[in-house]
């Protein structure tokens, strides 16, 4: 009897031999990274299982080896004949192509489950930044079934830094942009990951800093200047955060190109100053004029001697106040009637809330403006407390989608991130505040690899690079 068991686990044993040998030859495109596609799960040190799926019984799940960023793929409660394996993508589970059916195998003879063989989440050699999912079917029935989209804690070990690894899965290598299309989106988006890489010290991501400047720096205009001024706004900040992040000078001398690209829209002879928003000089509005002055007080705390941006910083603020953009209740409108030169009583949309803040915290430190940070400090609090802008206590932008989708899903990030450089400049008022939008986020408003979307209160709906970007600029400045 015991000759018969010991010849049936020999047998067994081969028949897994030879399972694993098919699973390694059924890996589509191997990736290589501390180990290669193809490595026993048993020789894993952690075993995570963050998702799964039933189907007819069954059981499919994902597992993780967090140690050595791999995973692999389990069915149980099934039967001979039943089928799993591995997706991985490389660009937050949109497409998976030929990383499709990796491991492929079947339960043997016997059995009522089975494993694929390990598969590595990220392909560092070539910067893609993956997730995986667990896929499978019944032996005798035609339907498939699929996890949810999961991945190791490399790059991943906090909400932070979690939120910044989906945003790089937006991130088209070939490009240099995000969602391969996103322009001043894809300023807001690398700003993001570049603060991001600052507070959490991840430095896994600054490549994308020198890729999208050398793929896109002869785009448009060059030196990312385009017809629209705040456009080239949102680019020059990125730029000066480039140049923090690196020292180098090729960075500043863009944003300082960006800088005196808006300047040349500079106009006295309507409404006494102010830039316009676009080169065909017919609106002039909060947005550009803030980005103006936060650009240029930021590029004179970093040019010795300088005194042109400093005086076009505080010519900005200065013409700001005499039309009167910032209303009676404390918050930013989004521009002026050109007719009248006064506030034209549009929408107040967060990022006019942040910029502005952002730009009067930056002017107080190039100037000491006492009273620059004090509007700051009025419109951080009437923004915070606004009921119209914060319902039940959660950041909304007005007329916020459901789908991540516009250009309005941007805004938040430019908010919250305005308000944590206030915040980190004042005491810290506002933690609470943050932190509350951030749990609500995290809590509401994320998929099973903290993709994030539209809405800080949920559900989630969908994500893409735009609303991930500001929820990665809540997690940078939430405490």
């Known amino acids: 009897m015991r000759q018969k068991k010991w010849i049936a686990a020999l047998a067994l044993a081969a028949t897994a031999a030879l399972q694993l040998q098919t699973v390694e030859a059924a890996l589509a495109a191997t990736v290589c990274n501390r180990y290669c596609d193809g490595r026993d799960p048993s020789l894993s040190p952690g075993d995570r299982a963050p998702v799964s799926v039933g189907l007819y019984g069954r059981t499919f799940r994902v597992h993780v080896n967090d140690t050595d960023a791999m995973t692999w793929a389990t069915v149980e409660g099934g039967q001979a004949g039943d089928e799993v394996w591995l997706d ?7 497409t998976w192509g030929g990383d499709s059916k990796l491991g492929d195998t079947t339960v043997p003879a016997g059995s009522t489950g089975w494993r694929t063989a390990m598969v590595n989440v990220d392909d560092w050699a070539n910067r893609g930044v993956g997730v995986l999912r667990a896929c499978g079917k019944a032996g005798d029935r035609p339907e498939i079934v699929c996890t949810a989209w999961a991945r190791s804690n490399w790059n991943a070990w906090d909400r932070r830094t979690s939120a910044a690894t989906a945003l790089m899965m937006r991130f088209d290598r070939t490009t240099g942009l995000f969602d391969t299309n996103g322009w001043w989106t894809g300023a807001n988006a690398l700003t993001a990951i570049i603060d991001n890489s600052r507070i959490s010290g991840m430095h896994s991501y ?3 800093i020198a890729t999208t400047y050398d793929k896109q720096v002869n785009a448009a205009q060059g030196q990312f200047r385009n ?13 000066v955060a480039a140049y923090d992040r690196t020292g180098d000078s090729r ?33 002039k ?11 240029n007080a930021a590029l004179s705390q970093r040019i010795a001697g300088d005194t042109a941006y400093r005086a076009r910083a505080q010519a900005g603020w200065a013409w700001f106040q005499s039309v009167g953009m910032v209303n009676s209740s404390n918050l930013v409108n989004d521009g002026i009637n050109l007719s009248t030169c006064r506030n034209n009583g549009d929408v107040t949309w967060t990022y006019n809330q942040g910029v502005l803040i952002n730009a009067l915290v930056q002017l107080n430190k190039l100037t000491g403006d006492t009273n620059a940070l004090t509007v700051a400090r009025r419109i951080g609090d009437a923004a915070t407390s606004s009921s119209y802008l914060n319902p039940n206590g959660i950041l909304r932008e007005p007329n916020e989608p459901d789908q ?30 943050l932190k509350r939008q951030a749990d609500s986020a995290y809590a509401n408003d994320r998929n099973s690899f903290d993709a994030y979307g539209s809405h800080f209160a949920g559900p989630y709906v969908s994500t893409n690079h735009s609303c991930q970007h500001s929820a990665v600029d809540l997690l940078n400045v939430a405490p």
């Open 88 to 94: 991985r993508s490389f660009d937050g589970g949109r």
């Open 206 to 208: 600054d490549y994308a």
């Open 285 to 295: 509005n909060a947005i550009a004029n803030s980005l103006y002055i936060q650009l």
């Open 227 to 239: 017809e629209f001024l705040d456009d080239t706004g949102w680019w020059g900040l990125a730029w």
């Open 251 to 283: 960075y500043l001398n863009t944003a300082r190109a960006d800088a005196d690209h808006m300047f040349a829209y500079w106009d006295t002879s309507k409404c006494g100053g102010g830039i316009y928003w676009k080169t065909d000089r017919t609106v």
């Open 404 to 433: 991540c989708s516009g250009d309005g899903v941007s805004f938040k990030g430019a908010f919250v991130r305005g308000l944590g450089v206030l915040n980190a400049a004042v005491g810290r008022p506002y933690d609470a505040y």
